[in-house]
């Protein structure tokens, strides 16, 4: 992991919080290298004592539908910033968390990490993906969003 050029820029978080360290990590390098989001930007989220990531996600458009080319694609990216929250599949999801939004780390039970909190510390956006990692370097993302959000039709 030290010799991987994200490193540098994820080690503060790395060495602060190392057991959220592997999922931050695979995050990271899953946005910028794979997903290929911009002005991506790591922080202390202090209340979930882990890393988090804020940038902004690329909207791919066919240029199948545009009359300047044939084939191919185009990214343009999309306004404004979204939430990225990293954690690891080892830590188990709370049914009670529909209420108190409350994820309970498996292997710490007195310490909850709490999306509720993560909500108010990043200034209550509409959304926040909680990236889940697994063992195998699978990520997948969910999008929270406080309350009862109707989906789009």
Request: aromatic residues 12%; proline residues 9%.
């Given at each position: 992991m030290e010799s991987h050029p994200s490193h540098e820029t994820l080690a503060p978080?790395?060495?602060?919080?190392?057991?959220?360290?592997g999922a931050l990590f695979q995050t990271y390098n899953d946005l910028k290298?794979?997903?290929?989001?911009?002005?991506?930007e790591v922080f202390d989220l202090t209340v979930c004592s882990r890393g988090a990531l804020r940038g902004k996600r690329p909207k791919t458009v066919s240029m199948i539908d545009t009359a300047e080319s044939t084939f191919g694609t185009t990214i343009t990216f999309q306004e404004g910033a979204l939430y990225v929250v990293p954690c690891s599949l080892q830590e188990s999801l709370s049914i009670s968390w529909c209420a108190s939004l409350d994820i309970r780390c498996?292997?710490?039970?007195e310490y909850p990490f709490r999306l509720q909190n993560a909500f108010e510390e990043l200034n209550?956006?509409?959304?926040?993906?909680?990236?889940?990692?697994?063992?195998?370097?699978?990520?997948?993302?969910?999008?929270?969003?406080?309350?009862i959000v109707k989906p789009p039709i």
């Open positions: 978080l790395l060495a602060k919080y190392p057991r959220a360290a290298l794979a997903q290929q989001w911009t002005d991506l498996s292997h710490r039970r209550k956006p509409p959304q926040v993906y909680l990236a889940i990692n697994s063992e195998d370097s699978s990520i997948v993302y969910y999008k929270i969003s406080p309350g």
